[in-house]
């Protein structure tokens, strides 16, 4: 989507959500809604459909409200655009669902729809990525690791594969993602580093989560770049797609794909020898923490503050950092020698 596409696009959606529910003053905090007393409601909000990451973190919220017996439902736009969640979003207020939990596509074109609903009394957390620039208008994050660190290890895993050096790309989400565009900005910051001056960064590809259009770009840059030796893609969708444009294009051992994937999705082409090691965390992990913070968010149990702690269930304690940001758990990198023992 073009960047006057966007403008576009998130003033309709600030009109219309004036139009819904009545002009609104501008807030700079997160209404704070009177405790629920009946059945909570939660529907979480992923970024598309058909991803089986977001799957991994509906199972984990299913787990969660099985266990704290919540009402959960999920709702999801056909495709990754800017825009496409705010309808939903809408249409859960007007259900009356108490928290909504959502990985937004787009921190910016989403502000006016969930300051509109904090204002309705519904409490909204961000999962697995953050608004960013725009924190203050959701309640808390609950991200699957430490973003921060997460560009830099990125930069490794795929350095050690090409032995530092020589030509490699970029093949993300959509240009809007904020978690990508923040690890993205990570690893260019890890590749100044003396360690990595022999690698060249040639292009950064976006396959907007949809998995036709992700092995294109991953087919074309391997047309553009004879010389590549590297395709690096921190989303799920992009690294199977690269897989898949690599073992096709009778490519694999010369050009190395590594990024972030889930095991089930790449234990084929771990198993064959097209990707040697990838990374992840578990998904459905951080969706299960996520139910029990919405669910004590609705409560009134759990008040967000950096360094304050809960009890995620057989996650255990959770503590809030900077900006009520949780950091769920550590990276893992997965290879042919321990792949068969996760399923996921």
Known sequence: MSLNRMV????????????????????????????????????YIPK????????????????ASSALHFKYTEQAPAT???????????????????????????PEALDPAIRAAEQHGVRVITIDADLTGSEQ????????????????????????????????????????????????????????????????LV???????DPQKSLLEAQSLMTKYPHLKGILSPTTVGIAAAAQAVETGGAAGKVQVTGLGTPNQMRRFVLDGTVKKFALWDPAQMGYTAGYLAYGLARGTIHPAAGVSFTAGTEGIRVFGTNNVISNGPLMVFNKSNIGQYHF
């Open 48 to 63: 598309n459909t058909g991803n089986p990451y977001f799957d991994a973190v509906n199972n984990g919220f299913t787990q």
């Open 203 to 209: 292009e950064i590809a976006y396959g907007n989560d």
């Open 80 to 106: 990754a655009d800017a825009t496409d969640q705010i309808p939903i979003i809408q249409q859960q207020v007007q259900d009356g669902v108490n928290v909504i939990a959502i990985s937004p596509n787009s």
């Open 8 to 43: 576009i696009a998130a003033a309709a959606a600030a009109a219309m959500t004036a139009f819904l529910w009545g002009c609104k003053p501008k807030t700079t905090a997160v209404t704070v809604a009177a405790p629920v007393t009946g059945t909570v409601r939660v529907c």
């Open 137 to 200: 208008l959701r309640s808390a994050c609950v991200l699957p690791t430490d973003f921060n660190k997460l560009g830099a290890s990125q930069i490794e895993l795929i350095g050690s594969l090409m032995g530092y050096t020589g030509d490699f790309a970029i093949l993300s989400a959509t240009t809007d993602a904020p978690n990508q565009n923040a690890w993205i900005a990570g690893m260019k910051v890890a590749l100044k580093l003396p360690k990595y001056a022999g690698m060249h």
